[in-house]
């Protein structure tokens, strides 16, 4: 293992390198341009392909084209990009192709700011394009986890031959924390020949067709993609738990944001509260099950803590919790970082109010 | 005994499923006769568009991949990167290539992708019902634009090779009309040199194809050709625009 100090961005890009990730195509946008930049002279040390598209429309457009050849592919951007990106991200789902697509977010709605956000929740989880197609979405909260979780991305997008997102935001990115970084794989696109275009050493077989159009069969694959999901919350949830055996109140946070909490939690734990802490690490799947199981004898309150406003994640963890515990929400948007003064505050403030009440 | 004329082999034994009279029939099979002439049937990726030559989907024996509407040369660039040993071709028409994807087709060929281009201008959007497209002549008639094309509103027919050949990188910039079967055997000969330039490694070749659309004209087969005589042919100039030699960056 090779350990270094690194930017989340440009850790980011080397995992995915080392991973094999082999193509790459991008345009700049605030704050992903250290992985496009860093990429730029990584990728062709490798003899992998780097392109600054014209667009991020035809940089998701490169990364469809080559991921049809079985190469590990992969773009990055931020929300406005992002918005750009889903048709190609649609049809990515559509044609069945993996394709690692990276989301390191800032503000929004619009052109918002390009200071850090996690306002692309929605987006990431739900709505990565027309047509109804989900896609696993990672939240790692360190640069250490934005490394493995990168690392193993590819697996996933071959397994179920879907691309997967890794969704940080600009702290992470821009953030240096040391690192351990995994050894070069060097996978062979012939290990997708199956399913992918263009011969190899003149094999006689019949010709592959990628197409994200269906005349006939729509159903069968909606109803597949349903499926593999059901099997995604079944197999593939990665969630933190934190003292929850003898929390009363449950603090829940992903990314940035849980880092921030892990702090306040800490802190509040030494003076008597008894908070713990549910992480989502894949937003999609959900942790469903976490909340499900907390115990609504013992637990007086869940709070949402998130840098948008409104909460986003808030709604999946309602849906999750079904009303049995209320659900409390703290958070900044729009490039207004949280502290931990700020979270104590908020979290004293809102267990005052429930212990009023009672 | 010998065939003098058989079907391609890079094509379905299948019926065409273009209306009759379109010459988007014509164009599939004289690509399938270019790849097999050069024998790069089993080592060709076809990148097909939106429109109605998405139906190359069950003409062409070959592998394809379906594109995004306009995105087919940014679709070709990742594959062709990835694969520079295989021939990566683009079949694309004027609604696809000249409208929504203009920015593709654009940087694809100053970035002198060695890749080849086949582009069907019928002048409309076929597929979706005869709207204007940036190709529709000047007073011909289409569903968005039913006292026909006035350029006060929507300005003039967009001419693609005269674009492309302003650029350095192409190789070479033709078009040429399948109204006649001159016209067809020229339209072949390009297609040939297009993609021999793409196996020779020397960059982006771009060959338009004037074709037809009898059922949004409102016009039999016949009637067609006479409109394409009168009026398209008028408009853009069949020739050859750029015939450049070596690799486009020596």
């Known amino acids: ?358 | 005994m010998t065939d003098l004329y058989q079907r391609p082999v890079s094509i379905f034994p299948s019926a065409s499923s273009y209306c009759p009279g379109c010459l988007h029939a014509t164009a599939t099979k004289i690509i399938a006769e270019a790849i097999d002439e050069l024998g790069q049937k089993d080592n060709t990726i076809f990148v097909l568009p939106v429109g109605c030559s998405t139906q190359g989907l069950v003409s062409w024996d070959l592998d394809i991949i379906g594109s995004a509407h306009g995105r087919a040369p940014a679709v070709a660039t990742g594959i062709k990167r990835c694969r520079p040993d295989c021939m990566v071709l683009c079949y694309q028409g004027d609604g696809d290539l000249a409208s929504i994807g203009l920015a593709e087709i654009l940087s694809a060929a100053n970035r002198g992708e060695n890749i080849t281009v086949i582009f069907a201008n019928n002048s409309i959007f076929g597929m979706t019902g005869g709207q204007m497209a940036p190709t529709t002549l000047v007073g011909q008639k289409a569903t968005t634009a039913r006292d026909g094309r006035d350029p006060k509103n929507t300005g003039f027919p967009l001419k693609m090779c005269e674009l492309i050949k302003e650029f350095e990188a192409p190789r070479f910039v033709a078009r040429y009309s399948l109204r006649t079967p001159s016209g067809v055997k020229q339209a072949k000969a390009a297609i040939i040199k297009g993609m021999k330039n793409q196996l020779e490694g020397k960059g982006f070749s771009f060959i338009e194809l004037l074709t037809n659309c009898p059922t949004t004209w409102h016009t039999d087969p016949l009637g067609s050709l006479d409109f394409m005589e009168k009026y398209t042919e008028k408009y853009f100039e069949c020739k050859v625009f750029a015939d450049r030699e070596g690799r486009f960056w020596e």
């Open chain 1, 1 to 358: 293992m090779e350990k270094r100090f690194m930017k989340g961005n440009e850790a980011l890009a080397e995992a995915a390198v080392r991973a094999g990730m082999r193509f790459f195509a991008g345009y700049p946008i605030t704050p992903q341009n250290e992985i496009p930049e860093y990429l730029s002279w990584r990728l062709p040390e490798v003899g992998g392909t780097f392109i600054q598209g014209e667009s991020e429309i035809a940089s998701i457009n490169m990364v469809y084209g080559a991921a049809s050849t079985g190469v590990r592919a992969m773009t990055s951007s931020s929300g406005p990009g992002i918005s750009l990106k889903t048709e190609g991200i649609s049809y990515l789902s559509a044609a069945r192709l993996p394709a690692l697509i990276v989301d390191v977010s800032r503000g929004g709605p619009g052109l918002g700011s390009i200071q850090p956000a996690q306002s692309d929740y929605l987006q990431a989880t739900k709505a990565l394009g027309h047509g109804g197609h989900r896609l696993i979405v990672f939240a790692p909260n360190s640069v250490q986890e934005i490394v493995d979780l990168t690392y193993g991305a590819f697996d996933y997008a071959e397994r179920d031959r879907n691309p997967v997102m890794i969704l940080i935001d600009g702290v992470l990115g821009a953030m240096m924390e040391s690192v351990e970084l995994p050894e070069m794989k060097e996978p062979s696109p012939k290990e997708q020949s199956s399913w992918s275009l263009g011969r190899w050493d003149g094999e006689a077989r019949k010709a592959h067709i990628i197409s994200p159009i269906y005349e006939a069969g729509l159903e069968g694959l909606n109803r597949s993609f349903g499926e593999r999901t059901e099997g995604w919350k079944e197999n593939d949830v990665k969630v933190e738990e934190l003292y929850l055996d003898d929390a009363e109140y449950v603090i829940t946070a992903y990314g940035i944001a849980s880092r921030v909490c892990r702090q306040v939690i800490e802190n509040m734990r030494k003076k008597g509260y008894k908070i713990g802490m549910i992480r989502p690490i894949t937003l999609f799947p959900f942790p469903e099950k976490s909340f499900e199981s907390l115990d609504n004898g013992k637990v007086k309150a869940i709070i949402d803590i998130e840098m948008a406003i409104p909460g986003q994640m808030a709604e999946d963890v309602r849906a999750s919790v079904k009303g049995r515990i209320p659900v409390f929400e703290y958070g900044h948007s729009g490039g207004v970082l949280l502290d931990d003064f700020d979270v104590k505050n908020a979290v004293t403030d809102i267990i005052d109010k429930v212990e009023g009440e009672q």
